[in-house]
T-cell receptor, first 109, second 115 residues
Framework: GQNIDQPTEMTATEGAIVQINCTYQTSGFNGLFWYQQHAGEAPTFLSYNVLDGLEEKGRFSSFLSRSKGYSYLLLKELQMKDSASYLCARMDSNYQLIWGAGTKLIIKP | EPEVTQTPSHQVTQMGQEVILRCVPISNHLYFYWYRQILGQKVEFLVSFYNNEISEKSEIFDDQFSVERPDGSNFTLKIRSTKLEDSAMYFC?????????????FGEGSRLTVL
């Protein structure tokens, strides 16, 4: 199927590091996206990986392993404003984005 | 910074009524999309549009739905006869001429409530 699996909810402490994992179907793969979505708002783009390896962008990094159908989003130096849902999305060969259900990240002081 | 704009931000309608949601994509973008998100659920793909025609559509996008680009700037989603289960946030998105393999820029969304 087109399942994208990511944890439903995670909790972390302000200032800490958290890793959100995502696994996906590997056939017809055309890139892996991470989006952030605050409640009631539109998703906002965080990262796009199409080759294996780690992409770093400030406090956020995203990793991809195409052979394993696996990605993670790493958030460092967590801030309260990072409390949001983090959506993993796979782009298929038709350039459709197939979305995961999202991981709700709760940051505690 | 260019952005995707959507109107209305919130629409309340009676079941069976027609609804048109409007979007103005970023001006040099050529790929346009509609997604929806039912409250508390994941974002779902509805339709993609390129070169004045639908390029892909999902199972959700049945005969009740249609899209149109009536002029050079607007991209509309029409729901012909709304059902209760159409209540959701509808997001328009666009992407650059290089194709869908890149960042999708989302509008703020239009919240549709069907009573």
């Amino acid at each position: 199927g087109q399942n994208i699996d990511q944890p439903t909810e995670m909790t972390a402490t302000e200032g800490a590091i958290v890793q959100i994992n995502c696994t996906y179907q590997t056939s017809g793969f055309n890139g892996l996206f991470w989006y952030q979505q605050h409640a009631g708002e539109a998703p906002t783009f965080l990262s796009y990986n199409v080759l294996d390896g780690l992409e770093e962008k400030g406090r956020f990094s995203s990793f991809l392993s195409r052979s394993k159908g696996y990605s993670y989003l790493l958030l460092k130096e967590l801030q309260m404003k990072d409390s949001a849902s983090y959506l993993c999305a796979r782009m298929d060969s038709n350039y459709q984005l197939i979305w995961g259900a999202g991981t709700k990240l709760i940051i505690k002081p | 910074e260019p952005e995707v704009t959507q109107t209305p931000s919130h629409q309340v309608t009676q079941m069976g009524q027609e609804v048109i949601l409007r979007c103005v994509p970023i001006s040099n973008h050529l790929y346009f999309y509609w997604y929806r998100q039912i409250l508390g659920q994941k974002v779902e793909f509805l339709v993609s549009f390129y070169n004045n025609e639908i390029s892909e559509k999902s199972e959700i996008f049945d005969d009740q739905f249609s899209v149109e680009r009536p002029d050079g700037s607007n991209f509309t989603l029409k729901i012909r006869s709304t059902k209760l289960e159409d209540s959701a946030m509808y997001f328009c998105a666009s992407s650059e001429p290089s194709g869908g393999a890149g960042e999708l820029f989302f509008g703020e969304g239009s919240r549709l409530t069907v009573l």
